[in-house]
């Protein structure tokens, strides 16, 4: 019998039957029974000899078909190379319901596999005479064992706020203060755990209040970077890729505090006396809650009847203590954020429980930071900054949180996700922090070396010197542990800095008093800040506030600018002046507050042996604003409250109250006033605590606080 019509019959009774250029692959017939089955590669080559000898068939299809199996991608490739011209791979059946159609004579088919498995991959190859019709078949069968294992890895997060970097995890909390960065983004990498699978492209979208954006980065160091935020609340950053066929995603939340409406004093008033109120030492004081909290060493303050623990409350009237006890040890700086009070210093506890050298006071009770304190023995915090990214601690310390942080005598912290460090070349302790253009000054005792920071450096995402030769000279090989920068605040657009210092680096005249103990940077050099001289005769500059034109400057000096002071002097961008201050003890720090009884802003200063308050001149006032001409009465308030205004009329009037927390309670809307300029407000329905009252008249706005109680 010809050999073509019996090789027809044989592919007739498996159930299949080709022709040339035709693709029949039967959905009922999966299986391939051939003329040779696992035949085995001998290496040996025959010339074309189509339809001549199956045995040369054979052996020439082993020899030119290979498979290889790419483990890392889940992917096997089919190599025909060399096939004889009457030869054809007419399908491949990958064993997973997969099928490639032929004819193949030469190339490479490649197929991919999604799940993990054992494959068996069927190759049939048919040779055909000159007229197309075909003469001898075999089936090529393989196992392929394939890993396709794809699962999501994770994402390397890191978060930059205004320069300070900090990792973040998938899940986590960024708490930011109002008001927000000037820069906030998101950098690092994703990459699947195995690579059975490539990495796509990252979808990154962010949606809050009043937001929604969306943007693709690559997976290889990807960066995110998050426009300004307008308006306060929680704001999610959701980012996904794929591993294979399984969505990897990872977010974050941003929480965008209110800003607190607060009745800051920007003035304070003309005053003639100083009463003044017994202390060791007072090293800060800050508004908060209504009260001035004031902080430094002590444990009796104007009253002897009151014993505190080197922490107390004045309201105007009554020195109280603090809810939920004092610190064991000394405080160095108090500093609020995001309306917590925030105290730094020597102390390991604060109220009953363990906090190492900072801890946090929400007006009723004492907490320690999440991610841990201060470490180690002989360290302490000297200085606080809040910033919108979170608080900046400075001092003399070199390991921070739990797990330990290794850090260089400044540290960021954020109360999502914890310590971040700063920079690590600041060789010295840190007394000073400020913001000045949008960035942070740390000042203190670092860098004393030919061409280096000399006590000033500036963050600019690695810390910088002002100027070549850096900022203030203290001339000591064995420096006081005084000498430093105490104190920074910005006047007119110059940074000023107050300490123990001789002079600027670049004040090199003999004999020259102009730039000692207190300097000013104009963004390019240091000058004094007038053409006479700075502290004649004392010690150094540690505290400086400004208020409007004023730049009040306290301290331990006894003459500035040749003019005679007591540790307490004013400057109004052109002459020194003194300020009638007692004699007893120099200024650590320098306030200026309103107790709700008061009509205008009294200035305060702290320091040794106690606090000093100036009590306003009946004659003459300075800088009054239109807070006086407002009165708010009964206060403490129940139902209603009245408000009083002094030659204050006008077309509208608009009343706003505000919890200490920004959450607007009520708002009430006058179009004309009773001729008597007195309002009553009804105050149904809102909870006994302290608000703050927004009156807003001609442009102008005044705020003033009441304490709401309820009716028993």
Known sequence: MNPVYLLAILLTFSGIFYHRGENVYPDDSPSWTASNEYPVNTGEWYADTCCLNSQMFGQ???????????????????????????????FIDWGDGELDYGPYSNGIITHTYTETGNYKIQVPVVEFDPNGDPCFDTLMKYQAEMDCTCECGNYALTVNLNGIKSSVECGGLIALACPTPVSLDFKRFFNCITNACSDSEILWTLTGPELELEDFVSPDNFKIKIPYLLNPGLYELNIQSKCGQQLCECSVTIYLSPCLIAEVCNDYCQGSTWSHFNATLIQDMEFYNGQLIVAGLFSIIGREDLPVNNIAAWDGNTWVALEGGGLNNKVNDLEIHDGILYAGGDFTQAGNIEADKIAAWDGSSWSALSHGGINGNFTNVDALLATSGGLIVGGKFTSVGDPALNVSNIAAWNPGNGWAKMGSNLDGPVFALALFQGKIVAGGRFGNIPGGFNNIAIWNGEWTKLGEQGAVNIKSATPHPDDGVHTLAVYKDQLIAGGQFFNTMTDSLPNNHRTRHIAQWNGSQWAGLSAGTGVDLGSGVYSIKVFGDDLIAGGKFTRINNQPVNHLAKYNGMNWTGMLHPSTGGVRTIVSYKSSEDIDCKLYTGGELGMNQWSCSTVAVTNQNQSSLISIFPNPAIDHFFIKLHDYGTDVEKIEIYSLFGQKMMEQIFFRIPREGTLKIHIP????GTYLIKLTSKGNTVVKRILIRSRV
């Open 60 to 90: 020439n299809v082993r020899n030119s078909l290979k498979l290889e199996v790419v483990d890392s991608m889940c992917e096997v490739k089919l190599i025909v190379d060399q096939l004889p011209g009457c030869d054809s791979v007419y």
């Open 685 to 688: 329905g809102i909870a006994s």
